[in-house]
């Protein structure tokens, strides 16, 4: 795993928008819900909800989805739910978020989706451990 360099200021998830710039912006939050790696179309998803459970209700969580290398990536962390994470804007691409299955709370109105570049960190309380990944 190659150790990421220091990712820029998070931002809250309600704050997530298309324009922001992305070499310059983070988000940080929980992992409270994972779509499992599929090797054959190499993807896993992963839902990425506010710290503060407080926050959740009102734009408070994002989904994440990963393709290709990243989503290898995130396989390879082991990331679980209740970890929290820190990834960059970096590579990603803003999708709208049009799924028919909706989640509790309420997210913002678009999708982070990362291919081939990632920059991310992961606190994992259960395995007392940080991994981070840049690539």
Do not use: C
């Amino acid at each position: 795993m190659a150790m990421a360099a220091t990712l820029a200021p998070s931002i809250p998830l309600a704050q997530l928008q298309p324009g922001l710039d992305p070499k310059t912006t983070s988000v940080t939050g929980i992992v409270t819900l994972i779509w499992p790696y599929a090797s054959s179309v190499q993807s896993t998803s992963l839902l990425l909800v506010e710290p503060d459970f407080r926050l959740r209700r009102d734009r408070g969580q994002v989904r994440l989805l990963f393709n290709g290398s990243s989503a290898k990536a995130v396989s390879r962390l082991g990331v679980s739910i209740g970890d929290r994470l820190n990834i960059s804007l970096e590579g990603s691409q803003w999708a709208k978020n049009n799924h028919a299955v909706t989640t509790p709370g309420k997210g913002i109105e678009w999708e982070l989706r990362y291919g081939e570049r990632m920059v991310l960190q992961v606190w994992s309380s259960s395995k007392n451990a940080i991994n981070a990944y840049s690539g």
